[in-house]
């Protein structure tokens, strides 16, 4: 059974970068064909699907974020990461890792991270 | 980009109900509807995949229905670890989108 941990920075200052990873265990990022992907919930919002990265290394993003996103993979660590730039206040949220089928599951606990100076 | 829209945003029930919710999207995405219950301190967990099919492990008491805009979620005989809150989300075409939340108290 595969399981996921968000990891990273709770507080990151408006303009700069925020970065998260994901640790998956019970799996391999490159086995299968699963798609390793971002979502997020701003407080009161609904969930937000930031992107994800596929078993053979290729990205989607979503357009919303496109401009300042970007997701990678390392299988060595059998970790994948999030980066997002200048940040702002309308960025803080829950952000989730979770494999990505036809469905999101299984999903990591979240983590809540804050933009704020 | 495909719209969700999820009712009721809040529901109140109590032990034993059987609750309905439905979501609709802003076309037609076949049976590409995905279910999904956040209760706090958890990991989201899928209950539901493809508008009907049931998630292994998922009790029996959820069910899904629909097809090409309109979907529902019917929970029966809700039992304390049910309240929470559930989401609808669509996986027709990205970006993947989600519905608002609909939030399952206590009565």
């Known amino acids: 059974q595969v399981q996921l941990q968000e990891s990273g920075p709770r507080l990151v200052k408006p303009s700069e970068t925020l970065s998260l990873t994901c640790n998956v265990s019970?799996?391999?990022?490159?086995?299968?064909?699963?798609?390793w992907s971002w979502i997020r919930q701003p407080p009161g919002k609904e969930l937000e699907w930031i992107g994800y990265i596929s078993y053979a290394g290729s990205t989607n993003y979503n357009p919303s974020l496109k401009s300042r996103v970007a997701i990678s993979a390392d299988p060595s660590k059998k970790q994948f990461s999030l980066q997002l730039n200048a940040v702002t206040t309308a960025d803080t949220a829950i952000y989730y890792c979770?494999?990505?089928?036809?469905?999101?599951?299984?999903w990591g606990p979240g983590t809540l991270v804050t933009v704020s100076s | 980009d495909i719209q969700m829209t999820q009712s009721p945003s809040s529901l109140s029930a109590s032990v034993g109900d059987r609750v309905t919710i439905t979501c609709r999207a802003s076309q037609s995405i076949g049976n590409f509807l995905n279910w999904y219950q956040l209760r706090p301190g958890k990991a989201p967990r899928v209950l539901i995949y493809a508008a009907a099919s049931l998630h292994s492990g998922v009790p029996s008491k959820f069910s899904g229905s629909g097809s090409g805009t309109e979907f529902t979620l019917t929970i029966s005989s809700l039992q304390p670890e049910d309240f929470g809150t559930y989401f609808c989300q669509q996986s027709f075409s990205a970006p993947y989108s989600f519905g608002r939340g609909t939030k399952l108290e206590l009565q």
């Open positions: 979770a494999v990505q089928l036809r469905y999101f599951g299984p």
């Open positions: 019970g799996g391999s990022i490159t086995g299968g064909t699963n798609y």
